[in-house]
């Protein structure tokens, strides 16, 4: 029998004896931050403060970028052959997976992951990241372009420099570790501001690092808001790459920060609203209902691809909403500490009044509300929200248009393909998009008329860490995972040498 190591554990014990990270990491230590500023990180279970965390202002974000920039331009890190580099990133993977509950149990406290997802994927993602990169790290080559004789042309790729990586809260090591193990196998050095929200995991796993053989000032994490400390390193003139993942509003900001500094690269993945596409022909339209309510309510709906879209065909509308009203039940929210449960809170207060004021508008602007919709549990202290349908929604409603993070799907019936298309189409996003068709032809037809950067045919959420992630118009550009990622921290020399 397979052990199961979640349910073995008792999470609340845990919690109850955790030590949670106090400072800042930058140049391989922990630190207070230079005015000594704190700031109160509350659990999303429940409401209650884990710590006063050290908060970064601008200096010491800039005290992060000059241990990075000295570490890069000194240190031997970008000169260690990439094979030592993978060696250390495979060892940092192992720390991780060593210390993978108390690392876990961070997570679900800080953002209020169940501590199952928390454990099996979060944890399983950053662990095959490190892993993946600790084995490419040493496997790409340049290249020798023909020349005349006497004449030498190589073109090789060369660590870009100082990565800062912006990185969200709804994944705080996946996300996370998608920057920063292509950076570092690169041979770049980097300086991670965690969302506010979620700063204490990153944290932890700095540690770790440094444990594994990072040299000091390789990986620095710093946490402080957002406006202050990620412009300040957006605008930073000693910062070579800048790739953020958040919403697009933010990302827009990034794109004048490099502008009106030195012109810094800026990699970026931003939201979605991926319409998930079920015709009659689904192979099994149950299993494609079930799918369709795990798109949305997995992590609370708190995911850029989260499939917030139901488009469906009327010829089985009626079969798919009903079974997904009834699977939502199954969803309701809990306590994020107990194995059982699947769905936990919202991440904070602020989150939940901004989902419920999106569903107020939508209502108010024609959408019927099927089930859900409400908050509960309110004496837990936590924001936690039903799962919830809406029905009825016209295209320029918002519950249809915007982006809600949070366990609302909207559904919308087509009566053909044609129309299908139209109404998937119809969004500024393109980060993903799913279809289920027992059609090859029709599997083909539609994915190559979806613009999005992931198409799922028959699956949601699949993928590994060889393919590519990103999306096209409003949901950015740049791409994290494969062996791609290692473009956006690298930069092509070309050195021509005459011989003869």
């Known amino acids: 029998m397979v052990s199961d190591p979640v349910a073995a554990t008792d999470w609340r014990q845990l919690a109850a004896e955790a030590k949670i990270p106090e400072g800042i990491f930058i140049g391989g230590e922990r630190r207070s931050a230079i005015d000594g500023a704190t700031r109160q990180v509350n659990s999303a279970r429940d409401g209650t403060t884990l710590v006063e965390l050290a908060w970064a202002k601008p200096a010491d974000a800039d005290a992060a970028v000059a241990a990075a920039r000295s570490a890069f331009d000194h240190g031997d890190w970008s000169r260690r052959h990439p094979r030592a580099r993978g060696e250390i990133l495979q060892h940092f993977a192992d720390l991780v997976e060593e210390h993978r509950k108390e690392i876990a149990l961070l997570i679900s406290l800080e953002m209020g992951k169940p501590i199952r997802d928390a454990y099996q994927i979060e944890l399983r993602a950053l662990i095959r990241c490190l892993r993946f990169y600790g084995e490419l790290a040493d496997k ?9 004789e006497g004449e030498l042309s190589l073109v090789t790729r060369e660590p870009a420099g100082v990565v800062a990586a912006v990185v969200p809260w709804n994944f705080p090591l996946t996300l996370g570790g998608w920057k920063l193990a292509p950076a570092l196998a690169a041979g770049c050095t980097a300086v991670l501001k965690t969302a506010e929200q979620s700063p204490l995991s990153m944290q932890r796993v700095a540690e770790l690092g440094l444990m594994a053989g990072l040299p000091p000032g390789v990986f ?6 957002g406006p202050v400390v990620g412009r300040h390193l957006g605008e930073h003139p000693d910062v070579d790459v800048i790739t953020f993942t958040g919403s697009t509003e933010v990302g827009r900001h990034f ?13 970026l993945e931003l939201g979605g609203k991926s319409p998930n596409i079920i015709l009659p022909d689904a192979p099994d339209l149950d ?99 039903e799962p919830t349908v809406v029905t009825g929604a016209a295209p320029d409603n918002p519950l249809v248009r915007e982006e809600i993070f949070g366990p609302v799907l909207a559904v919308q019936v087509v009566s053909d393909e044609a129309e299908a298309i139209r109404v998937a189409g119809d969004t500024p996003y393109g980060l993903a998009a799913a279809l289920w068709t027992s059609d090859l032809g029709t599997a083909h037809r539609v994915s190559r008329s979806l613009r999005a950067g992931v198409v799922w045919v028959n699956c949601y959420e699949e993928g590994d860490m060889a393919v590519p992630f990103g999306g096209v118009k409003l949901s950015g550009f740049g791409r994290d995972k494969s062996r791609h990622a290692l473009e956006e921290y690298t930069y092509l020399k070309t050195t021509w040498i005459r011989y003869a």
Request: some cysteine.
């Open 220 to 225: 620095n994490v710093i946490s402080g808001h």
């Open 140 to 148: 790409e080559s340049g290249e020798i372009t023909p020349t005349d």
């Open 255 to 267: 794109l004048r920060y490099a502008a009106d500094s030195n012109l810094k690269r800026v990699y």
């Open 287 to 385: 299993a494609a209902a079930d799918a369709a309510a795990w798109a949305i309510y997995f992590n609370s709906g708190e995911m850029c691809t989260a499939g917030s879209r139901l488009v469906v065909h009327a010829d089985v509308a009626d079969r798919v909403i009903e079974r997904i009203v009834e699977t939502s039940a199954q969803w309701f929210p809990a306590d994020p500490l107990l194995p059982d449960t699947k769905m936990g809170p919202l991440v904070d207060e602020r989150s939940l009044q901004r989902v419920l004021g999106h569903l107020d508008r939508g209502l108010a602007e024609g959408a019927s509300l099927r089930v859900g919709g409400h908050r509960v549990l309110t004496e837990t202290g936590g924001a936690y929200l």
